[in-house]
């Protein structure tokens, strides 16, 4: 069984950034995909950035060149730096990882981008 625990949510101004942490707790060693999603009130959850245990990763072309997914494997804890945001990012970003067969998803946390 895995959890994940998002953190670093909160209300920003249009152009500002915002770093998303996902912590993994279980055993998590390798074969893995993770990252993030969003869901923008009325939508359907995106992709926003995965990476997979091998380093490869893959952005939304929303989010090219603004945002940046990263990972610490010692602390088991996947990353969102999110640079020159837009109201439009504003959403429910959820953490994910496909792991030995098994989804797992995060509780989600909320990013607002407004003035």
């Known amino acids: 069984q895995v959890q994940l625990v998002e953190s670093g949510g909160g209300l920003v101004q249009p152009g500002g950034s915002l770093r998303l942490s996902c912590a993994a707790s279980?055993?998590?060693?390798?074969?893995?995909?993770m990252g993030w999603y969003r869901q923008a009130p009325g939508k359907q959850r995106e992709l926003v950035a995965v990476?997979?245990?091998?380093?490869?990763?893959n952005y939304a072309d929303s989010v090219k060149g603004r945002f940046t997914i990263s990972r610490d494997n010692g602390k088991n804890t996947v990353y969102l730096q999110m640079n020159s945001l837009k109201a439009e990012d504003t959403a429910v970003y959820y953490c994910?990882?496909?792991?030995?067969?098994?989804?797992?998803w995060g509780q989600g946390t909320q990013v607002t981008v407004s003035s």
């Open positions: 994910k990882i496909d792991l030995r067969g098994s989804t797992y």
């Open positions: 279980g055993s998590i060693f390798s074969n893995y995909v």
């Open positions: 990476m997979t245990s091998g380093g490869s990763t």
